[in-house]
């Protein structure tokens, strides 16, 4: 209240990222596993989101990701898959990849202030 934050409930998560690919292929793999471990008051009412982007010279074939409430307790596992532009031999074409994960709860206004991670 009065730009006093207030600290209404914890979640404990845990995120782990991994990608893979093959030079012969073409395509890069980029998976995330997320894991609650525990949560109280306001978190276990929170939403997780994901999502997977790319920059440089690939682009995104497809992502999945199983949106919703947080689960203590669960592995939820999303899939990412990128294709890279450089198609013809010699070519170099770096590709970046990122999930971008977001935890909130509908009734706080200003999300992006109100999670934080360590």
């Known amino acids: 209240m009065d730009g006093e934050r207030t600290i209404t409930g914890e979640a404990n ?21 997320t894991y609650v471990s525990s949560s109280w008051g306001d978190a276990p009412k929170a939403t997780l989101t994901a999502k997977a982007f ?3 010279d690939c682009t995104t074939e497809s992502y999945t990701y199983p949106d919703g ?3 203590q307790q669960t592995w939820d596992t ?5 294709d890279t532009t450089a198609t013809n031999a010699g070519d170099i074409g770096p590709c970046s990849t990122r999930w971008r994960v977001h935890v909130y709860e ?7 202030d109100a999670v934080r991670f360590r």
């Open 69 to 71: 409430p947080l689960k």
């Open 78 to 82: 999303g899939e990412a898959f990128f």
């Open 106 to 112: 509908p009734r706080i206004q200003h999300r992006a």
């Open 13 to 33: 998560l845990a995120v782990i990222s991994y990608s893979y690919g093959d030079t012969g292929i073409g395509t890069i793999a980029h998976q995330i596993q």
């Open 54 to 56: 790319q920059y440089d």
